[in-house]
């Protein structure tokens, strides 16, 4: 950033902080410690599922690692779980019977990698790393993120595993209709996205997700698009989303969070502001939930969504990976 621009962010920042007790007090806002307390290295991710990946990510984080492999090590404890249902292998399938895999991963460099569509590989987000690092493309999907990856040698997996395909074939049964737009609700959506900053000031982020559960043959959601599911900007800092993918794409979710960022906004006001934006271009929120979370280069942090319910996980030097409930705009 250069010397002016970064001052200008500096006073911005310094505004929001003074501004923010008279500003901001919408009924639900509340403004957590953590953003307020600025910290490196830091790492935050989304769900319950991230208390877990942040440990995975501290291992490297914790020891002066990069913050680019935290993230990749961090989810990748995720997608290699089985009992998760939302993330990697053990997911749930589309409608056809298919897990079908999207992630993303982005550094401080703005170097980035998505796989979409992605079937029968353990880990989608190190082929992501591999399409950033090993190719002139950002985005391989379906068959041919396959081959690359098989190429490149990465595990295969046979999906879905047994309980999961017994569980689509009930849902199956319940569901002829090929053409009923499917239900979300909190079984069926969930993406472990996270954020790290290292002790060098350098952010970086990933993305996994099996999406929307029982989607239709084909659906890729924001989780693996730059700029939806999460952006990076190592000058400003870094965001990540959940959620319904959709309303999450119309807006570039997570580059509109980045962005509010670099206008001055705390990561969790600028989280608000990018809910808020998906609010104002649906004509019925109902049952559309979607959230964001957000760190800033100080390694503030900060995460709001549409409804009650979403969490975030929390990890810095001091502290075990702790659950932080997000702001909202709305109760269920
Ligand atoms: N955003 C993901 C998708 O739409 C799913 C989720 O986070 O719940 O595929």
Redesign the pocket.
Known sequence: MKRRSFFKFGMLSALASILKPQSLMGMNYAVSKVDLDPQKPVVISTWSHGLAANEEAWKLLGNSGKALDAVEAGVRHTESDLTNR?VGIGGRPDREGHVTL?ACIMDDQSRCGAVAYLEGIKHPISVARAVMERTQHVMLVGRGAKSFAIDCGFEKFKTPIKEVKQDWKEWKKEHKDEFEKPEINHEN???IGMLAIDENGNISGSCT?S??AYKLAGRV???PIIGA?LFVDNEVGGAC??????A?IRIAGSHTVVEFMRQGHSPEMACKLAVERIISKHSDVKGLQCGFIAINKNGQVGGYSVYNGFNYAYKNSKENSQLIDAAFDRKW
């Open positions: 939302s999207d959506h969930d993406t997700t999406g929307w959601g924001d989780s599911g989303a959940t959620g319904m993918g959709e999450i």
